[in-house]
């Protein structure tokens, strides 16, 4: 990224941001406020006279270590002592976009992928820059002095502080070249780091959007309608309006808010509501229903190509062994550990949002609309998230905060239940794969066919034109294993319920059908599973190397211990190459048990190897819980799960041994916080039928459906 201070200076004054010279700027959990005055000399690195030097995180923390590997890349660069500095969650601003997905977004596995090179280098101009000032200050060559600690020093044992300097620097037009470091001379990148907010978070000081607290804030429970897209016909708040600290009941566009003076006192007058609903179509779906017409849409001509390689028609037509099947998968909530909540401050014109949220320009642009505001009317602070996995890019509760607060003329908090958040989210879609596959008199595979008939995400969400590949529907369908006929195709079809980006997006969608469809094939040719695999990966040297580390850690070709079976699975993802193993036992209930996990992973440079290998972890866990146990269910359009209870996650008790392997390489940094979520399923499946002889092709694994098999 290339950008003047000027142009910078003028970006953030129209965000409202607290971002300019002399402006004290906020901060996010227990990080002090600079005492002196702050300089900006780029929008990655703000110093103030005092010696305080903050970095800032463009990305979300929502667990996923960013608000120390986005420090780790400027840090290298400028020559601080990561512990010596604070570190500020970015307000809305251009500067701070994604370039990899074009709006300032927290998510598909993009953070280190998109900061590699812009955040060394906003490190380097700021160093330079340091540099510079403090040679016009002593009048020597600047190849005479270097930065370290946060400190030049020049000829003559002189030595000034980054603050002393900044003032000047700030005043120095920004680099446009500059020379990074290289890799082998990295004192921070690379190396195991200790996150900078465990601290805040173990004894409590990290601010969450539930922890936010305003002078005279408010708070708010909103009643939704139960079929997702309905409406209020009428309501009677006579009994609520009654009850202890209700301020006011007011409806907005999603439904009928109960304003308080404390959450429990909202929440309880909430129940005392009566609402007449119009429930709109969304009332005779079910997952049959959906399904169904997800079949019909597969059966129609309206075909998306993703991909085409030979005459795959031609080679199933004539192949010795055809293998054809079908997949299916399954609705799934995000169920993050905090539920959905932001507080809202509207006031004179103008509002101030305050929560969490993977997507600040989406909220400042939705609340703008959604009050007839200017979007620089609309200032965003970020909190941690607890938890986003996609659904803290949708903007609705923002939104409903920010009406709710311009209705009672208060800052007002909205806070929903777990209930509402299960019952009310942006689904990851059902999917429907239909696979065909041909082998010759060798065994060898000479065809495959794919097609993926789902919702597109993105089509909702940012108005992709009908008819259009959606690239975010074909992640991971097009296999790495050398067949000489190959089509990949997709089907887009609205089933009629709202969905969203979920871990993985797509990965776990495509990933599940191939790689169990591969398995299969592999059985028809009477070959071992990994041997299949490798035999099509000989041009494919990162596919093969994971593939050769995992399964040989796992014991591959091994006896396993008594009752236990092994699954493998492979992919490309984000621009990481992976391979895991699951090893399982299935009980007599038809339970599985994930007895453990191995996972290998060639992810490219790496910034903090600690946090990549607990990002594995949470990923395996996240995509267990899904494979094992989630799934959405419809009830006359309304979801039948409502909490942990009946939506489980892997607990402690039930979670494996994860094994991690990460491959040392020189490639561009790939993504780590999703592709482990997308392989775990297929690993699952494959070990089932290693365990059982079923091939359970419909998500989840549960013991109906290895039943049902």
């Keep these: 990224m290339t950008q003047t201070r000027r142009e910078f200076l003028k970006t953030s004054a129209l965000t409202g941001g607290g971002l300019m010279l002399g402006v004290d700027l906020y901060a996010t959990g227990d990080l002090a406020r600079a005492a002196g005055t702050v300089y900006t000399p780029n929008a990655w690195v703000h110093i103030a006279d005092d010696n305080t030097i903050t970095l800032i995180s463009a990305r979300s923390e929502m667990g996923q270590g960013v608000y120390t590997s986005m420090p780790m890349l400027i840090a290298e660069e400028l020559h601080v002592d990561l512990k010596s500095i604070k570190v500020a969650i970015a307000p809305p601003d251009k500067a701070y976009t994604n370039a990899l997905l074009g709006a300032q977004i927290t998510g598909g596995s993009t953070s280190v992928r998109d900061g590699w090179e812009k955040l060394r280098i906003g490190g380097a101009q700021v160093r330079t820059m340091l540099i510079t000032a403090a040679a016009n200050r002593w009048k020597v060559d600047p190849a005479l002095l270097h930065a370290e600690n946060g400190k030049v020093y020049g000829p003559g044992k002189r030595v000034a502080t980054y603050g002393q300097l900044a003032e000047a620097a700030a005043q120095l037009p920004v680099p446009e070249k500059v020379t990074l470091k290289d890799p082998k001379d990295f004192r921070i990148v690379g190396k195991r780091t200790a996150r900078l907010d465990t601290p805040m978070k173990v004894n409590g000081t990290a601010q969450y959007g539930i922890d936010v607290v305003l002078p005279g804030m408010v708070y708010a429970s909103l009643e939704q309608c139960p079929v997702i897209g309905g409406k209020v016909t009428s309501f009677d708040a006579t009994q609520a309006r009654s009850m202890p600290g209700v301020i006011d009941v007011v409806q907005i566009s999603d439904g009928v808010a109960v304003v308080a003076d404390t959450y429990y006192h909202a929440r309880k007058a909430r129940q005392a509501l009566t609402v007449v609903w119009d429930e709109g179509p969304g009332a005779k779906l079910t997952n049959a229903v959906m399904m169904d017409s997800l079949r019909g849409a597969a059966a129609t001509d309206k075909v998306i190509s ?73 200032s965003v602070k970020t909190t941690f998230l607890g938890g986003g996995f996609g659904r803290r890019l949708e903007l609705d509760f923002i939104v409903q905060a920010a009406q709710i607060s311009k209705a009672v003329g208060k800052p007002v908090k909205l806070l929903w239940t777990r209930e509402d958040d299960i ?42 034109p009908k008819d259009t590949l959606d690239p975010f529907m074909a992640e991971a369908s097009v296999v790495p294993y050398a067949i000489p006929n190959m089509t990949q195709d997709l089907v887009i079809h609205d089933t009629g319920l709202r969905v969203g980006y979920w871990r993985s997006v797509s990965h776990a969608l495509n990933a599940f059908a191939n790689e169990c469809f591969v398995d299969e094939m592999a059985t028809a ?27 040989e850690k796992a014991g591959w070709g091994t006896p396993a211990a008594a009752g236990h079976f092994r699954g493998v699975a492979l992919m490309e993802g984000y621009d990481t190459y992976m391979a895991q193993v699951a090893e399982i036992s299935v009980g007599e209930d038809k339970s599985i048990r994930v007895h453990r996990v191995v996972v290998a992973a060639d992810l490219g440079r790496m910034v903090n190897p600690d946090t990549v290998e607990a990002q594995i972890q949470s990923s395996v866990i996240f995509g267990m819980s899904a494979a094992l146990a989630g799934e959405i269910t419809l009830v006359d359009g309304r979801v039948q799960q409502t909490n942990f209870d009946t939506y489980p996650v892997v607990r402690w008790n039930a979670a494996p041994k994860i094994d991690v392997l990460l491959v040392e390489s020189t490639e561009k940094p790939g993504g780590i916080g999703e592709p482990a979520t997308s392989l775990i399923g297929p690993a699952i499946a494959n070990a089932v039928f290693a365990a059982t002889g079923k091939r359970v092709r419909k998500m989840p694994l549960s013991p109906d459906n290895i039943t049902a098999a």
């Design 306 to 378: 993703i991909s085409k390689v030979g005459d795959a028609s031609a080679a199933l037509g004539s192949g010795v062994k055809v293998i054809k099947a079908e997949y299916q998968s399954q609705l799934l909530s995000h169920a993050p550990m905090e539920p959905m909540n932001f507080t809202a401050d509207y006031r004179d014109g103008k509002v101030s949002l305050i929560g969490p949220t993977q997507f600040q320009q989406g909220a400042q642009g939705a609340v703008a609309a959604a009050l007839g505001l200017k979007p620089e009317d609309v």
């Design 423 to 464: 019952t009310h989210d942006f689904y990851r879609p059902m999917a429907l794969h239909r696979m065909a596959g041909a082998l010759d008199a060798n065994n060898k595979p000479v065809a495959l066919t794919f097609q993926l008939t789902s919702q597109s995400v993105t089509q909702r969400a940012f108005g992709l």
């Design 525 to 551: 040719a009477g070959q071992d599973p990994v041997a299949f695999r490798m035999a099509l990966l000989t041009e494919k040297p990162r596919f093969s190397n994971v593939l050769k580390l995992a399964t």
